[in-house]
């Protein structure tokens, strides 16, 4: 079972400001649960990942299993992880797991994204998170995705905004990270991590101008490589217009 909830986007506004408008009236319910246990499914998994625009660090998803009565996380406010605060993400992340039937965690690195893509690397989180719940789901819901998980999937745009299970999902995945940047910071502590979580801030983006990426940076991402002279100086090579006689003196020094 595939299914499409689309929310049109008028004419002339953009993606994006079309999305933050729409969020701000949309009602996250059980409601495409309950549409799914009335056609016979019983054991959905919300799927969800956060991270994916990050130019640091992994990708993380969450796959959660809620009960069929959950109308206490409606009661707390539980939406997509980007409306919350970070306290009020941090005490539905405890209720979410308190509650759940089942929920599970995934990364995958910067390496693997600069490898696969960002889009397969958030793929393969989400499946790995689905793979690794105690207890095995017979329909998936997935926000704006399918993953190659061998069960019917409902694709649901908007689903972190719309669907409780989504929801879950998200800020399980949303805290997880943040808690895994806090402690990358201690390690790499010229970046701020502990404030953006790896994304391309105004803060981030001086940080990498003066210090360079770290070995955890996706390096295939624009701002990122635009940082590094040895990407600069790769592509350049690669691209045929690097010829000896006529190199820069900031890139001679690197040979």
């Known amino acids: 079972m595939s299914s499409l909830f689309r929310i049109p986007i008028p004419a002339g506004v953009t993606k994006a400001t079309a999305k933050q408008q729409m969020l701000k009236q949309l009602v996250c319910s059980d409601a495409p649960e309950q549409a799914l246990r009335y056609h016979g499914y019983r054991v959905i998994a919300g799927v969800d990942e956060v991270g994916r625009g990050a130019l640091f660090g992994p990708v993380v998803a969450a796959a959660v299993i809620l009960p069929e009565k959950c109308g206490v996380l409606s009661r707390m406010g539980l939406t997509d992880s980007k409306q919350l605060t970070a306290e009020q993400r941090e005490k539905l992340d405890r209720k979410i797991r308190s509650i759940a039937l089942a929920f599970a965690v995934a990364e995958v690195d910067a390496a693997t994204i600069d490898r696969v893509n960002i889009y397969q690397a958030s793929r393969m989180a989400m499946l790995l998170a689905v793979q690794q719940l105690g207890v095995t789901p017979d329909h998936l819901v997935i926000d704006a995705m399918v993953i ?108």
């Open 148 to 255: 190659d998980y061998p069960c019917a999937q409902t694709k649901l745009y908007y689903g972190d905004a719309l669907c409780l299970s989504i929801a879950a999902a998200s800020v399980v995945a949303k805290v997880h990270r943040d808690r895994l940047c806090r402690e990358l910071d201690l390690q790499y502590p010229h970046y701020g991590l502990a404030s953006h979580k790896g994304y391309g801030t105004p803060e981030h983006r001086r940080a990498l101008a003066e210090h360079g990426p770290c070995a955890l940076h996706r390096r295939t991402f624009a701002p990122v490589a635009a940082s590094d002279p040895d990407a600069v100086l790769e592509e350049q090579i690669e691209s045929g217009d690097l010829f000896c006689e006529d190199l820069d003196p900031s890139i001679e020094s690197l040979l």
